[in-house]
């Protein structure tokens, strides 16, 4: 059974910096593509960033130069970090990861950008 475990959500102020983190545990299989989504109160869940098994990457126009998302030391895991943050960046961020063909999805993590 593949699950995911974020961690790095939190307040900041406009301007500040977050982190977020992204592990999936229980495949033998590494990453196809893995990434995060983020949904703001009343909208739809909307691609942030996602970064594929080879490395390359893409983003949302509204974080391009803002986030970089990137592996991590682990095998099967990407963080996420956050510069410059808006309150427009407000929301629940969900990671996901496609492995071996099938998605998997975090539980969420807020994120909170006070103006």
């Known amino acids: 059974q593949v699950q995911l475990v974020e961690s790095g959500g939190g307040l900041v102020q406009a301007g500040g910096s977050l982190r977020l983190s992204c592990a999936a545990s229980g495949s033998m299989f590494s990453f196809n593509v893995m990434g995060w989504y983020r949904q703001a109160p009343g909208k739809q869940r909307e691609l942030v960033s996602i970064?594929?098994?080879?490395?390359?990457?893409n983003y949302a126009d509204s974080v391009k130069g803002r986030f970089t998302i990137s592996r991590g030391d682990a095998e099967n895991t990407v963080n996420l970090q956050m510069n410059s943050l808006k309150p427009e960046d407000t929301g629940v961020y969900y990671c996901k990861a496609i492995i071996n063909g099938r998605d998997y999805w975090g539980q969420g993590t807020q994120v909170t950008v006070s103006s």
């Open positions: 970064i594929m098994g080879g490395g390359r990457t």
